[in-house]
């Protein structure tokens, strides 16, 4: 089982093309392609991450998407920013697994390293003087902060990877210990 972190994917919201300028020429166009990447590299029993604004849409949209996607997801359930039609509405479902909402702001332990998720990025979090992670959102690569804080959502995946898919832990942790 491999860990994955996402975040900003905006399915179905056509306005992101445009503001992110995202190499699709239709908003269809653009969730399936994201979905496609998103299952090559997210397994049955990987668990992802989702840091927030995985849709625009309503609860019906929402329902559509997650049918479609690999694995475990574990989403922020912030009802301040775009997740806010749907978030109340579920239970929701991937292929394989109940989809869990979790708090805003979700701290976690994986071996020895702590991690810090919320969708927008913090100045300070829990132990960051001891080295811990924070991984957020909404900022689409152009916020970069100081520490151990990384963007994780599509956009600067793309930047960085190459790919508007999720980052494994592993990668992340392999990036940060090089920048």
Known sequence: MTIYFTGDCHL????????????????????????????????????????????????????????????????????????????????????????????????????????ALCHFPFAVWNRKHYGSLHLHAHSHGNYQGEGKILDVGVDNVNKIWGSYRPVSLTEIVEYMEGR
């Open 12 to 115: 179905g919201h056509t306005a992101i093309l445009r503001y992110c300028n995202r190499p699709f020429p239709t908003i269809k166009e653009h969730d399936d392609a994201l979905i496609v990447e998103r299952n090559r590299v997210v397994g049955p029993n990987d668990t992802v991450y989702d840091i927030g604004d995985f849709t625009l849409g309503d609860e019906k949209m929402a329902r559509s998407y997650f049918l479609r996607l690999n694995g475990k997801v574990c989403i922020l359930g912030n009802a301040f920013h775009h997740d806010k039609r749907w978030l109340k509405s579920g239970p929701y479902w991937t292929r394989h697994h109940k989809v869990m909402i979790l708090p805003p702001i979700h701290t976690m332990k994986v071996d020895d390293l702590f991690i």
